[in-house]
Structure formats: C-alpha cells, structure tokens
DNA sequence: ATAATAAAAGACCTGCATATCTTTTATTAT
DNA sequence: ATAATAAAAGATATGCAGGTCTTTTATTAT
C-alpha cells in the first residue's frame, strides 16, 4: 500500500523530528544504522524531501538533517505524495480500470471505507503527532531488539 | 496490498463461476479478453488455482476451465493465500519488523483495524457471493465500456 | 491413426522499485 | 589556503513482479 520508499521517508522524518534541533542536525549514516535501512538509498529519499522543504539540510562538518517547527504540522498525506502519490485513494481494489459507483467491482463498497479510512487517517495525523506518541513511550519507530529480553521472539544462536 | 496476479485470479474465478457448468467450460482466450488481462500470463495463474484444486481444468477441443458447486463457496481468503500468502495480515504497515501490541509502530491501533478489517472482509465472503452480486447487477467483473454512453469518462478520439 | 484443440510447462524478456558505488559540491574547522 | 566532513548527484547493479513466446502433453473429433 504504502512503498518501501514511503515508509523509510516517514519514519526517518519522525526520527529526525525527535532527535534534533535546528542546532543539532542529524547524518544520513546514524538514521541508516538506527533504522536498519541502506544509507545511500536513503539518501536518495531524504533529497526529495529536502527538495520539497519538508526537512532541511546542511552539507559539510556538523551538517546533516533536520526538520523544523513549522514542517513538524505536515500531515503524512504530504509526504504520501511527494513519494508515492496519491493514486492509490481513488483506484479499484479489483483492479478495475477506474473506481466508480456507477461502475463498481464487487467489494467496492468495503474497499472504499477502507480506503477512505485510510485517507482520513493519513489526512489527519501530523508528523508531531507520531513524535508524540515515541516521546510518551507509546510507539516506537526502531525494531524492537529481539535478543533483549527474549518475550515472543525465538532466540537463534 | 492484493498483487495484481491475485486480483487477475480473483476476477478470473468469479468469471469462470459466472459463465460455466461442468458442461461448458470457458478457455483462457476468452477469459482473458473478457476481463481484459495477458492471456499467457493469466494461465499460469489459473494452472496454481488448478494445482490447488480450487477450478478444474480440461484440456483439448471443448476443454476449458471450469469450477463446481462445491468450490464456489470457497472463501476469498483462500485464494489470496494461495496466490499471494497471508503475511501482510500481520504484519507492520509502517515497516517494522513485527507488528506487535507490545512494541507498536505510531500508526498500530489505526493500521491494524483497517488490517482486521480487511481479513475479515475476505475470510467472510465467497466466490459465489460475488457471483450473485454480478448476477443481480449490483457489480460489475468487467471494465467498464468508456465509449458508451459517455457519463464521466473523457472521449478521446 | 491423424489432425486439431487447448491447457501445462518451460524458457526467456521487461520494467521498475530497491539498492549500491563513485564522484561532485557545499560547508566548516584548522 | 587546506583538509576533513557530509550531503547531492550520477551512474550502475539487483531482484522480482509482471509479461511474452515456444514447446510439450492431454483430449477430442474425424
Ligand atoms: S470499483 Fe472496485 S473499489 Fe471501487
Ligand atoms: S506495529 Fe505497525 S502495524 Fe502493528
């Protein structure tokens, strides 16, 4: 539903978000590493978005990304955009060449509140939004560590 | 979310339910001009739905596809695992490495609703559900004809 | 038996998302 | 000025879903 590419952008946005100010900025490297995603594809995503000014950065010593106050409102939709468009929200589930009510696959019906759920979702929910729930402890945006204290995961050595 | 191979195989068996008996069986070249779709590749699609016993298949003159009483009531959910398997059913839509109550992503609670949702959706209807809601016109298998009567569509020529 | 038909099977091709590697450019500290 | 740093940019590679083409096998009608 949401690409590869999609995903890595929203949540290097949000850990971008809640790791720096306009002082400290933050190097593709370190996001790569905490995130476990590949650094130079990254990069490559993180330019569109700097592109778009959804995030700022500085080349050179001391340089990296950073996001500020005003891009932290942006709604997820934006980014969804800018990366994937935003096709996917007005197109068939069943593939069929267009959406219509008029027209309609089977399971047009649920499919469109989903998909209209979705929309809805990702229309409303900022980036602060996210941030917030990780600083409260409610979410988190790194893999949890499956060697930590060994609950469901199967430990393999 | 549902790869297109899965929705050829889901158009294609709803299809075949529609326009088949046992007696008359319907052929690759008409189910994929029907529905639109590449014949050759569609076959294979329909030899994994053989495989599994889920249409039946006849080779030679008057030989074709075709699937009985018993394999209409076989539920969508079936299918998409076949096809496509049963993994985005749980798992993180934000990327993470497991979706799990204990360690969520920020988007959790929303994703998983429209996730349950969905696999509720498929787990609940059959292959003769949709069938009745083509035969009842109520939805449509096929594309709609844009040259018809011209409602939305923009008429190029 | 023979020819015709249609699915099955296998080999191959294509395009695109994803990923890596290298070179360039901007910035900063010395 | 020089060297070090880090993003930007570009070129190239990889993997896989999707798609095509060809050959084989089973079935049927003659
Ligand atoms: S027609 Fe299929 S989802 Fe609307
Ligand atoms: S952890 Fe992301 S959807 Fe459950």
């Given at each position: 539903m949401l690409s590869k590419s999609c995903i890595y952008a929203l949540r290097s946005i949000v850990f971008i978000a809640h790791h720096t100010t306009t002082e400290f900025k933050i190097g593709i490297k370190e996001i790569a590493r905490e995130l476990e995603l590949p650094a130079h594809y990254l990069g490559k995503i993180l330019q569109q978005l700097t592109k778009h000014s959804i995030i700022q950065s500085v080349k050179g010593p001391n340089g990296g990304f950073s996001i500020d106050e005003k891009s932290q409102?942006?709604?997820l939709i934006t980014i969804i955009g800018v990366i994937d468009g935003l096709d996917f929200f007005n197109s068939c589930g069943f593939g069929l060449k267009e959406c219509s009510k008029e027209h309609p696959c089977p399971l047009h019906d649920n499919f469109k509140i989903y998909r209209d759920g979705l929309l809805d979702l990702f229309s409303s929910k900022s980036i602060l939004d996210m941030v917030s729930k990780i600083e409260d402890g409610n979410a988190f945006i790194q893999n949890a560590?499956?060697?930590?204290?060994?609950?469901k995961s199967i430990k393999k050595y």
């Open positions: 409102k942006i709604k560590n499956l060697y930590e204290t060994g609950k």
